[in-house]
């Protein structure tokens, strides 16, 4: 054995440590080389085959040495190699701390997520049915349950984002990260929960990114297992119901059933007028969360009057009344008084006051004014 100063680390633990320092370098050029061709996975890989190594030399070979011999490194920092050793040792322990707490969580998340995002494109074989579809109608407070039924029926379909499984990763990560060395300087006693912070954020930060992953990402069947905006109807819904002279509303929903499996289409409201439930509706769209893009108002045919149809479209602004169904329609006056001259999308309430208003109009032309619609029209406000 041969011994430079007291203690002094032996020559084979020299010889491996070089010879492993010698490898890990060699991976990392072959590992440079690669991205530089363009492969990216092979870079990946033998990128992380030269971690994993330097890792291990770390905490078989040069920890050991280090921490054996520390005596003669703190007491001879007057000998040129014992400096540089000390040069090569705080960035090697700073950059392995980044790696451990740092980079292995991030690249624990990063697996998780091609692991869900994996599973889930994989996970169904997938041909399109001849979908035929029809109308269904529900209570505006029985939607909530149908669309939690409906994701937890097809999750392994649909595609669906949550905000919060983007960011508990990157905070369980920012923890490992900065929890311990907190601990450290607040209370040195506490250093030993840091034990516990790596894998328990290892374990949190892997399950939601995977789980996220999963639930986020689409596969061949996703496109027809989309829900339609069904909130911004409810929504819509939830508005019209509150405006005077509304009797009945409903959500309709287009729905088509193959082998067991439903889909839902196109979204709308329908709502009733009091006391003309059954000779007229009016049906409106919402494309756009708290807006409304289109409205048709109807009026039944019957023995005494041919239907009546008006229709409003956001790009137009504007009511167009329809008498026939090859008649090219024109301009009804707003009867509801208001500042507002060209009703827009966000004005939702003022719309469909204006279509209550409109149909009772026509109503009371066709059966003659009557104390009902006379008092349903001053609670629009029209004049």
């Known amino acids: ?191 030993l929960l840091a034990q516990f912070i790596l894998p328990a954020g290892l374990i949190v930060s892997h399950s939601v990114a995977s789980i996220g992953a999963f639930f986020a990402t689409s596969n061949r069947a996703s496109e027809d297992f989309a829900l339609p905006l069904i909130r911004e109807a409810l929504w819509l819904g939830n508005v019209q119901s509150k405006i005077p002279g509304i009797s009945q509303i409903r959500l309709v929903l287009d729905k088509a059933v193959h082998n067991g499996f439903r889909i839902y289409r196109e979204p709308r409201i329908v709502i009733r007028i009091s006391g003309f439930e059954h000779e007229a509706y009016i049906e409106s769209w919402s494309e756009d969360l708290r807006s409304i893009t289109r409205v048709l108002c109807r009026i039944y045919e019957s023995k005494e009057h041919d239907q009546v149809v008006w229709w409003w479209v956001s790009t137009d602004r504007n009511f167009r009344k329809y008498t026939d169904a090859d008649d090219t329609g024109y301009y009804v006056r707003l009867p509801v008084l208001s500042q507002v001259k060209e009703l827009g999308v966000r004005d939702v309430r003022l719309v469909t006051e204006n279509a209550v208003a409109i149909m009772l109009l026509e109503l009371s032309q066709i059966r003659g004014k009557s104390s009902r619609i006379t008092s349903l029209l001053a609670e629009l406000g029209v004049a």
């Open 1 to 191: 054995m041969m011994a430079i100063g007291l203690g002094h680390p032996r020559i084979l633990n020299n010889d491996i440590n070089m010879l492993a320092q010698i490898i890990t370098l060699t991976i990392i050029l072959i590992s440079l080389y690669f991205k530089k061709k363009g492969k990216i996975k092979q870079h990946g890989t033998t990128m992380g085959i030269a971690v994993v190594l330097h890792l291990l030399t770390f905490i078989l070979v040069m920890g050991p040495i280090f921490f054996q011999n520390f005596s003669y490194y703190s007491t001879e920092l007057g000998v040129p190699w014992v400096q540089a050793n000390w040069i090569h040792a705080v960035p090697g322990v700073l950059v392995l701390v980044l790696a451990l707490f740092l980079g292995f969580p991030t690249l624990s998340a990063i697996l998780a997520y091609f692991i869900g995002w994996y599973a889930k494109k994989n996970i169904a074989e997938y041909t399109a049915p001849e979908w035929e579809f029809q109308p269904i109608q529900m209570k505006l407070d029985e939607v909530p349950e149908m669309v939690k039924e409906y994701h937890r029926d097809y999750r392994r379909l649909e595609a669906r984002s949550n905000y919060w499984t983007y960011h508990i990763p990157l905070i369980a990560i920012m923890l490992i990260f900065s929890l311990p060395f907190y601990l450290s300087f607040v209370d040195s006693s506490t250093l």
